[in-house]
């Protein structure tokens, strides 16, 4: 897929069937999210993926009972190192690395026929006992197949 359709693909995913998501496209999304570009010094980000039911039910009850993380196939958490580094603008720097990483992932994700779904929306320190991480949670990025085979979300992408 072309970059061009790959934007034009991209929607916000919120109904997810129960289609298994073969193994190798998860090397695939991670490897985007390592590709993507971060602040000065490197990268102050770790992902961790939950295929367990039983987790990712306990983590849609951090997400304020958004019922469709439970459903998605995977959920890519981007936790964020928080070094204390900030950008001149007054923001953290792991802020960034973690939204950049995200959104390769996520393209990567729709280029291999997969529907997203960003997850802001969360009580970080519920997630981070989930988690069992001193890191902070800072973007929920679901991944699965789209409950309409002919499409990959249900909505169209934000263009703000």
Known sequence: ????????NRKSCRQFNDRRIPFDTFDAIQWA??????????????????????????????????????????VFVLLG??????????????????AAAAMCMDLMAVSLGLATCWIGHF????????LETEHRPTIILLVG???HDDSVGTEPASTT
């Open 81 to 98: 190192r928080d070094t204390g580094a900030m950008l001149r603008s007054g923001h953290p720097k792991y802020v960034f690395d973690c």
């Open 1 to 8: 897929m072309e970059l061009e359709e790959i934007l034009k």
């Open 33 to 74: 999210g390592a590709s993507a570009p971060y602040a000065s010094g490197g990268p102050r980000r770790d992902t961790r993926i939950v295929f367990d039911p039983a987790q990712k039910l306990r983590m849609r009850d951090a997400c304020y009972n958004q019922e469709y993380v439970a459903d998605a196939g995977a």
């Open 123 to 130: 009580d970080y320190q519920k997630m981070q006992l989930i």
């Open 145 to 147: 197949y789209g409950e």
